[in-house]
C-alpha cells in the first residue's frame, strides 16, 4: 500500500528556507502525480505544487510561484518541496499526496488526490 511520510518542517523567521521531504513508498509511482497541499486552521486544504512523476510538469499555486519549487529525487522515491522567502502567511500543516494521473481531475484539485501523509507543520514568524 501507499505510505507517504513527510519531514523537514519546522519554525522559521520570515524571509527564510524550509525544504520538505516526501518519502513515497508501496509502488511504482509511474503514472502518478505527487502534490503539496497545506491547511491552517479554519482554513479548507489549499493546493500549494504539484508534480507529473513520469512526464516532469510542474504546477503551482498563484501565491507561492517564484518562491516554492517542487522536486523528485533522481531515481528514487522522495518528493521535495523547497520553500524560499517564507512568509507568516505560510504557515500551515503541509500534507503530501499522490495520485493516479487519470486526466479526470487538473493536477490542483485535490479530488485527484487518494494518498495522504500525515502532514508536518512550518510555522513562520514575522
Known amino acids: 500500500q501507499v505510505q507517504l511520510v513527510e519531514s523537514g518542517g519546522g519554525l522559521v523567521q520570515a524571509g527564510g528556507s524550509l525544504r520538505l521531504s516526501c518519502a513515497a513508498s508501496?509502488?511504482?509511482?509511474?503514472?502518478?502525480?505527487m502534490g503539496w497541499f497545506r491547511q491552517s486552521p479554519g482554513k479548507e486544504r489549499e493546493f500549494v505544487a504539484a508534480?507529473?512523476?513520469?512526464?516532469?510538469?510542474?504546477y503551482y499555486a498563484d501565491s507561492v510561484k517564484g518562491r516554492f519549487t517542487i522536486s523528485r529525487e533522481s531515481g528514487g522515491n522522495t518528493v521535495y518541496l523547497q520553500m524560499n522567502n517564507l512568509q507568516p502567511e505560510d504557515t500551515a500543516t503541509y500534507y503530501c499526496?499522490?495520485?493516479?494521473?487519470?486526466?479526470?481531475?487538473?493536477?490542483?484539485?485535490?479530488?485527484?488526490?487518494?494518498?495522504w501523509g500525515q502532514g508536518t507543520q512550518v510555522t513562520v514568524s514575522s
Open positions: 508501496g509502488r511504482s509511482f509511474s503514472g502518478y502525480r
Open positions: 508534480l507529473m512523476w513520469s512526464r516532469g510538469n510542474t
Open positions: 499526496a499522490a495520485g493516479w494521473n487519470s486526466g479526470v481531475y487538473v493536477a490542483t484539485a485535490i479530488e485527484g488526490y487518494g494518498h
